[in-house]
């Protein structure tokens, strides 16, 4: 079967750095996506990552060990807009091909 | 124009009533997805579509169906409504080419309440 943990809540300081872990354990896994979704809104697409390492995208990187079925989300130089829900989704090909797997959401608050 | 536009926005209706909830997509994509959201529990996936006639049930399917009309429209239907599927449920498309790293593209959500 298929299990993915992430923190429930996270707070952190406006300028800060904040990392969001996401532990699974899949039997195909193909791939690692992290959303951020603010409240009420659609989730929207942040990284991707396969294979093992960090990929960089602006403030935001993402990095995956498949060794250890873990990834997390770097957020750097944080603002309050960063305050959202960031979704860990995991694509495992024992699961169907091109079905996501999804975490229950880290809620990340950013204060002044 | 939204990409992934989903009608309507906001529902409410009653215990027993059959409700649709469309979706319709301009990116081309041949995958389509319909998720619920509850509190707490994440995306769940009730029902997807590979491709016109391909219909899949999801890990929630029970009480729900669907129909795919045309690659761009997937709509969903609640049979007879039950309150305990009151919840904000989204549609999402992906595209099979690209590879493995193409991510899915959800609408902004529809949020029905049932009384």
């Known amino acids: 079967g298929q299990n993915i943990d992430q923190p429930t809540e996270m707070t952190a300081t406006e300028g800060a750095i904040v990392q969001i872990n996401c532990t699974y354990q899949?039997?195909?896994?193909?791939?690692l996506f992290w959303y951020q979704q603010h409240a009420g809104e659609a989730p929207t697409f942040l990284s991707y990552?396969?294979?093992?390492g960090l990929e960089e995208k602006g403030r935001f990187s993402s990095f995956l060990s498949r060794s250890k079925g873990y990834s997390y989300l770097l957020l750097k130089e944080l603002q309050m807009k960063d305050s959202a829900s960031y979704l860990c989704?995991?694509?495992?090909?024992?699961?169907?091909?091109?079905?996501?797997?999804f975490g229950q959401g880290t809620t990340l608050q950013v204060k002044p | 124009d939204a990409d992934v536009t989903q009608t309507p926005r906001n529902r409410i209706t009653k215990t027993g009533k059959r409700i649709m909830l469309e979706c319709s997509q301009t990116?081309?994509?041949?995958?389509m997805y319909w998720y619920r959201q509850d509190p707490g529990l994440g995306l769940q996936l009730i029902y997807y579509?590979?491709?016109?006639?391909?219909?899949n049930k999801g890990e929630i399917s029970d009480g729900y169906s669907v129909s795919r009309q045309a690659q761009a429209k997937f709509s969903l239907s609640l049979e007879s409504a039950i309150p305990n599927q009151t919840a904000l449920y989204f549609c999402a498309t992906s595209d099979s080419g690209g590879g493995s790293n193409q991510p899915q593209h959800f609408g902004d959500g529809t949020r029905l309440s049932i009384l």
């Open positions: 579509s590979f491709d016109v006639k391909d219909i």
């Open positions: 899949t039997s195909g896994f193909n791939g």
């Open positions: 990116k081309g994509h041949d995958r």
């Open positions: 990552n396969v294979l093992d």
């Open positions: 989704a995991v694509r495992d090909l024992r699961a169907g091909t091109g079905k996501l797997i």
